[in-house]
């Protein structure tokens, strides 16, 4: 189990520097209107961070989720297109990822696929789908009032951005005070420990797959509502950014480990750092190399963190033992006033 206090007070450290860095990168970046854009614009991301934080807390992961995001975008776009409420069709199109993601779930569960695979396969056959369904064509025109969502604010807030707020502070809250978030630690820690402890873990992992779809969908209507168009090719490279958030916000890939309010500071340090890139005029196939090293650095830096804490946890164990034998055969005090006496 990781130091999860330790991992954020890290993380609000990275994202303090990258945020005074990205500063004198770009004289833009310190505008109060950018900032608010710039999380708007992270919105999808951390909506979707969050349950992909949750599925690797139990050892899991889901690579469909952007492909999700695809398919039930174009969904909706051609209900609406269709003669469907608009409102109606983001309301079908949410649901249907939720089945997405059960689809997922049920293969997990009752087939025993690895997720790796299972949600690697169903990455193509969403994005698939998608593109079947589209034919490069998109669809646009949508009514202004939809267009709101993506686009309106609240007080100067973004809706989109106090979405992405209200469900981290709720599901923060779940993994932290109920028996549901407890279940999701010990499933990561020791499946096999925790089925056997009564834990329903094939209901926990469906329930989580299911989320993942759900909000999936939901980032689909944010994301058609911000860009005025559904289109098949949206968040193509999206799953990159998912992952990393949730690893570089202290989830162990191996499960057993995870913070929503480390995943949510991963978020914005990732989010901070495209867009003072971008607003330097610096090329997005660079921006990814960087995501890569990101994800790829926080993992090599928490595992060397997790078992340098591991050697030190055991080096005092070795010498609380070897004290122990020293004081063992040392003679009492008792047996040396017996030895006197004689």
């Known amino acids: 189990m990781r130091d999860v206090k330790k991992i954020e007070l890290i993380l609000l450290g990275i994202m303090v520097f990258v945020f005074v860095f990205m500063s004198f990168l770009s004289k833009q970046f310190l505008n109060v209107s950018t900032l608010l854009q710039i999380m708007q614009l992270s919105a999808e991301l951390g909506i979707m961070a969050i349950p992909m934080t949750l599925i690797v807390i139990t050892g899991g992961i889901d690579l469909s989720m952007a492909s999700t995001l695809a398919l039930s975008g174009v969904i909706m776009g051609y209900l609406w297109l269709f003669g469907l409420n608009i409102w109606l069709a983001a309301i079908l199109a949410v649901v249907f990822a939720g089945t997405a993601g059960l689809f997922n779930a049920v293969m997990i569960t009752k087939f025993d696929i690895p997720p790796l695979l299972a949600t690697l396969g169903t990455w193509a056959l969403y994005r698939g789908m998608a593109t079947g369904i589209d034919q490069g064509r998109g669809v646009s025109g949508f009514p202004q009032g939809f267009l709101k969502l993506g686009e309106g604010t609240l007080m100067g807030i973004p809706y989109s951005l106090l979405i992405w707020a209200t469900i981290s502070i709720v599901i923060y809250f779940i993994v ?27 209901k926990i992992k ?12 939901l980032a689909a209507v ?32 191996k499960g057993g480990s995870g913070t929503i309010f480390g995943t949510t500071i991963a978020v914005l340090i990732i989010a901070f ?18 995501l890569g090293i990101i994800l790829v650095g926080s993992i090599i ?20 033992s070897e004290e122990g034998d020293t004081k063992s055969s040392l003679p009492t005090e008792s047996e040396v006033n017996n030895t006197r006496r004689s």
Do not use: C, H, M
């Not at 469906?206 to 969908?217: D, F, Q, R």
């Not at 890139?277 to 997005?284: C, D, E, P, V, Y």
């Open 222 to 253: 944010i994301y058609t509502s911000r860009v005025g168009a559904a289109k098949s090719n949206a968040d193509a490279n999206g799953v990159l950014g998912i992952v990393a958030a949730a690893v570089l916000g202290g989830a162990d890939v």
């Open 301 to 320: 830096f928490y595992e060397y963190v997790g078992k340098s804490k591991i050697r030190y946890s055991l080096t005092l164990q070795r010498d609380s």
């Open 176 to 202: 932290i005070k109920t028996r549901f978030g407890r279940y999701l630690f010990a499933i990561g820690n020791n499946e096999t420990g925790a089925l056997y402890s009564g834990v329903p873990v094939k």
């Open 273 to 290: 750092i495209d867009s003072g890139l971008t607003l330097a005029n610096i090329q997005q196939t660079v921006q990814e190399v960087i």
């Open 206 to 217: 469906i329930i989580i797959y299911v989320l993942a779809g759900l909000l999936a969908g």
